[in-house]
């Protein structure tokens, strides 16, 4: 295309939406929504302004420290030193030579391929498999397993349900529910602002019409948390403002009352499920002495005995759906809530229903409970790995921090390898992780960091080597995602800002240094693999029904949808019609409410079936005195950390500073004021935002999102640890518990108080300090 031409567009595609690119003499003037999408998400826009901003990274960089002294020289200086531009020929001589240092006197397992890309649009250049194809050439490397999204629930399902991801993926649809559920129950709401998402791209978004619709239809909302803004004010949600991290408490109180009232499906119970009457004898307290009765639940929930009751009669009476979002299990046991959410499903006997049964995440992505069929399509191959060495997603600075001690995760003991090299693209581990400040010294141990990235985040500012990445707005791709139902002709809207480059570019050139260039590219270029990938998406589409056209007419049609009619998507339905001939993959092939092989692993917090274990930081424990319970949860306008330093983003700011929401209460008794600058803190660290007051979130409870770009203080300041407002300089880094070794952020207990030093200004949207070499 020719990029000068005015007022002409190009389509592109993300994780958040499908937009029109509009440019002008070679820059990208505007982004509008995709014609196609009712209701757009205005994360898209932030591209406009910092494309070729000052915080674009345009050209290789290398941390002057470690260019001056060489690998494993860092000396604390990671996240602080200044950079050294040098050429695109150095940059890849130093990383192929660092490379093949690291597997020639340590072996590839001590090189750890970090990448989490949130499966961004884009079938080709999507950075997770760039960097697995690269690294697997080359010889392999440790890696992760499990995602920070829902990693307790990854590994639980399958012992309950059989597996994780259909049952998450073929959630029962919002026509569907609309139709025929009365009341919807949602463990941690139905957040909107979540549902801006889905990985893969987004074509059409559809939760808020999805919400709206039901509850114009008659269908009842409960939001189940500590946030009423977790619901639409449209659905007019009854809130039950419950303790965070006692949902758990809650169902079980709710199976207790089931069983009391006789309001048990026994009959469902008996032909679907194993292992019931090990939950009952718990649940009845007869391996504690503890029956876990409305009066035992209340006093962890915070919600009066009676409100327990009355919900489970109203759950048993009505066509019910229990909704558990993601976030439940990113906390103390959070393999547990899905688990007794099954449990209390089973025991209402209405999984298979329309309209009933349980839902895993809804508006946790657009996905989830939108009724289409998604496009079938093909994946750069990535190769084998022949390391077989791994960790939970979730340990990376255990890892970093202490090679050679041992770990246990979901039955097995593994070890963790000394890393030399890690070698970062896709996604930001200075977001993703817990207790940054631990982290950050764990950053401080491998030899060298490194990292592709377009814009100095904090990810960039603590690696040695930074090569300049472009962005989706300048490569050419395909966007497609088995969630849906859009294939689209991503075409490059500008040519990469300075000397960035794709990802494949750079990988191409490292492999050309290290001799494996055929081996990596497959001898084909970009538009070579583009019309592999599109012919092997075109046989598969085939194959179900769904005629694409050749690839030069789609890519001049810039998009096509898959309007194929589906049948109603009802979860497990074809279990319960069927059980037979549709049995479950668990190993009775029925709902596992009881699992001989998770209580075989002997974890006592987690033996095999739902169960309560008190959270390690939550407000029903007394020692935590008057200290308030920290949720972090995702931003309302980012993903993850993506774009913060867009216009979109930035303008939601106060003063700078990310806002923490504050009940009234609390506020009161602190003497906060409205937009207050704030200091938010924990054993682990603490933080500088700036206070909104709201009765959106119940008292005893602080909502500061995550997505800030973690910014240290430049300087030594007393007390501070981050000054944007990450919270995750301020949450604990620990495992969900054995079984899974999840992210437990959300089982995280702060202060607050009135900031009353000379406010630092927030450093992290300047540029580092950037030198030329002397040579």
Known sequence: MNSARLDKSTLTSTHWGTYRVYTDNGAVTAIDGFEKDPDPSPIGQGFVDVLDGPLRIKKPMVRKGWLENGPGSNGGQRGSDDFVEVPWETAIELVSAELERVRSQFGNKAIFGGSYGWSSAGRFHHAQSQLKRFLNTIGGFTYSVNTYSYAAA????????????????????????????????????VPIKNGQVTNGGVGRHCQAQGVRDAAANGMKFVNVGPLRSDMLPESEARWYPIHPGSDVALLLGIAHTLHEENLVDQAFLSKYTVGFERFLQYVLGEDDGEPKSAEWASQRTGLQPSEIRDLAVKMATKRTMISVSWSLTRQDNGEQPYWAAIAVASMLGQLGTPGGGIGFGYSAMNAIGANYQGMP???????????????????????????????????????????????????????????????????????????????????????????????????????????????????????????????????????????????????????????????????????????????????????????????????????????????????????????????????????????????????????????????????????????????????????????????????????????????????????????????????????????????????????????????????????????????????????????????????????????????
Request: proline share 8%; hydrophobic share 35%; net charge negative.
């Open 154 to 189: 990854e590994v639980t399902l399958p012992y309950v349900l059989g597996d994780f991801y259909s049952m998450v993926n073929g959630a029962t649809s919002w026509d569907v529910l609309r139709d025929h559920c009365e009341l919807f129950v949602a463990f941690g709401g």
């Open 377 to 775: 399509g093909a994946a750069l191959p990535q190769g084998q790995n022949p390391i077989k060495s791994f960790i939970p997603v979730a340990r990376i600075t255990d890892l970093l921090l202490h090679p050679g001690e041992t770990f246990e995760y979901n039955g097995m003991t593994g070890v963790y390898p000394e890393i030399k090299l890690v070698y970062w693209a896709g996604g930001n581990p200075f977001h993703h992780h817990q207790d940054l400040v631990r982290m950050r010294q764990g950053w401080q141990k491998p030899d060298t960091i490194v990292v592709h990235e377009w814009c100095w985040n904090s990810l960039a500012r603590h690696a040695d080597i930074v090569l300049p990445s472009a962005t989706p707005l300048e490569r050419n791709d395909i966007a497609s995602s088995s969630r849906d139902p859009f294939l689209v002709y991503m075409e490059k809207a500008i040519e990469p800002v300075g000397e960035s480059r794709a990802d494949y570019d750079i990988f191409r050139l490292l492999a050309r240094a290290m001799g494996v260039e055929a081996l990596f590219t497959g001898n084909r270029d970009e538009e070579e693999w583009l019309q592999v990938l599109y012919a092997e998406t075109r046989d598969k589409a085939k194959a179900i029904g769904i005629a694409l056209p050749d690839f030069e007419e789609f890519k001049l049609r810039e998009w096509f949808e898959n309007s194929t009619p589906r049948e109603p998507q009802i979860l497990l339905k074809q279990f319960r019609d069927a059980p037979e001939m549709y049995p479950l993959k668990t190993p009775s092939g029925k709902i596992e409410i009881f699992s001989e092989r998770v209580a075989a692993f002997g974890y006592q917090e987690a033996p095999g079936f739902p169960f309560w274990n008190e959270p390690k930081e939550w407000l029903g424990r007394p020692a935590n005195g008057q200290r308030l319970h920290l949720i972090s949860n995702q931003p309302a306008n980012k993903l993850h950390s993506q774009l913060d330093h867009g216009s979109h983003s930035r303008n939601s700011k106060i003063n700078g500073r990310e806002p923490v929401l504050i009940n009234p209460v609390d506020a009161e008794s602190r003497d906060i004021q409205d937009g207050a600058l704030v200091r938010v803190y924990s054993p682990r660290g603490s933080c500088l935002c700036t206070a909104l007051i709201s009765d959106d979130v119940r008292a005893g409870v602080l909502q500061l999102s995550t997505g800030a770009w973690y910014n240290p203080p430049p300087t030594n300041i007393s007390g501070i640890s981050c000054l944007h407002g990450n919270p995750n300089v301020l949450t604990r880094d620990e495992g969900t518990s054995r079984l899974a070794q999840g992210p437990s952020a959300m089982s995280c207990m702060v202060d607050i108080e009135v900031y009353k030093g000379e406010a630092p200004p927030v450093t992290v949207f300047t540029p580092p300090t950037v030198r030329w070499p002397s040579y």
